[in-house]
């Protein structure tokens, strides 16, 4: 398979390196955070204006965006969690509730997850904002959650090497993985038909997992030369991007998990510093970095 990739356009105007990138209002509609507090929403049919939606007093390691409570919700590096009302920014309700930094925030039905530095993992209520329930999975920091709906399944990578599965109604513990890398995990994401979880992290290896055969694993190769800090599918599940602390993002054949081609500052103008985080849109691929920037990728088979 051959691919085209377009640079579309870098989103400027943060005063700091960028950790967060969440969908916003509309599926043309993107978010992000960084270490200055500030989250800014941007469209695609617009970005080079971004819209501050709220700003908080810490760097913002995790972010998600709940459309149907006109909120959003943030993670703090300190283990604050701030629930941010759209049409009121001044309610900011500002909770100190892990230690240490939110890594992980995912919002799936009528729920948040949230995952810290003290190795919780906590559902909130998504209209009240309120803690449900928290569950120690770790002694070490969980740094990345995945939820897959037609497993009914959310999966957590942590700083201890392990992967753990949970039941995403009851959070029964399903199976551990001990040992999945050889270093903390940073980054995990079930394939869309939730055949593959594929994970990476401070090893800088690409793992992929199969999901029908006892999380056998399928396939593992050096991805890139540093951290791998973000991966994600493309919303048809055709392809996977990574993004590494080598400055580069990757693209791969979801299918086969070769490698398509490198996106790098000589040859894209992509990012000068660690590219930390990822959001597939449907029309569009985001990328963030310690740079301060934003960039909207336009991918496309050939």
């Excluded at 690409?206 to 599918?233: C, G, Y």
Aim: a negative charge; one cysteine or more; proline letters at 3%.
């Amino acid at each position: 398979m051959t691919i085209q990739i377009q640079h579309i356009h870098t989103c400027t105007g943060h005063n700091g390196a960028l950790y967060a990138l969440a969908q916003g209002q509309s599926p043309r509609h993107f978010l992000s955070a960084g270490s200055d507090g500030w989250l800014v929403e941007w469209h695609l049919d617009d970005p080079e204006m971004g819209k501050l939606v709220a700003s908080v007093e810490n760097q913002v390691f995790s972010l998600t965006d709940l459309p149907d409570a006109n909120r959003l919700v943030a993670g703090n590096m300190n283990g604050g969690m701030h629930w941010v009302n759209r049409a009121n920014p001044e309610q900011t309700r500002n909770l100190q509730f892990h230690q240490k930094g939110v890594y992980a925030l995912v919002s799936y039905q009528n729920w948040v997850f949230s995952g810290g530095g003290d190795g919780f993992l906590t559902r909130w209520d998504a209209q009240t904002g309120n803690s449900v329930e928290s569950l120690q999975c770790s002694h070490q920091s969980i740094r990345a959650i995945a939820v897959s709906e037609k497993r009914g399944e959310i999966a957590l990578g942590a700083s201890d090497h392990a992967i753990y599965l949970l039941d995403i109604q009851t959070l029964a513990l399903k199976q551990v993985l001990q040992e999945a890398h050889s270093n903390s995990i940073f980054t995990l994401a079930y394939s869309p038909d939730a055949r593959w979880l594929v994970s990476g992290g401070r090893d800088a290896m690409l793992r992929v997992w199969d999901m029908e055969n006892e999380l056998t694993l399928k396939s593992e190769q050096p991805a890139h030369l540093f951290t791998i800090n973000h991966l994600v599918f493309s919303p048809d599940g055709r392809f996977l991007a990574t993004a590494s602390r080598d400055r580069t993002l990757k693209i791969w054949d979801a299918r086969t998990f070769e490698l398509l081609r490198v996106v790098d500052t000589l040859r894209f103008g992509s990012h000068a510093r660690s590219v930390n985080r990822l959001l597939w849109l449907p029309d569009a691929l985001i990328s963030c970095s310690d740079d301060g920037q934003a960039m909207i990728w336009e991918i496309t088979a050939q």
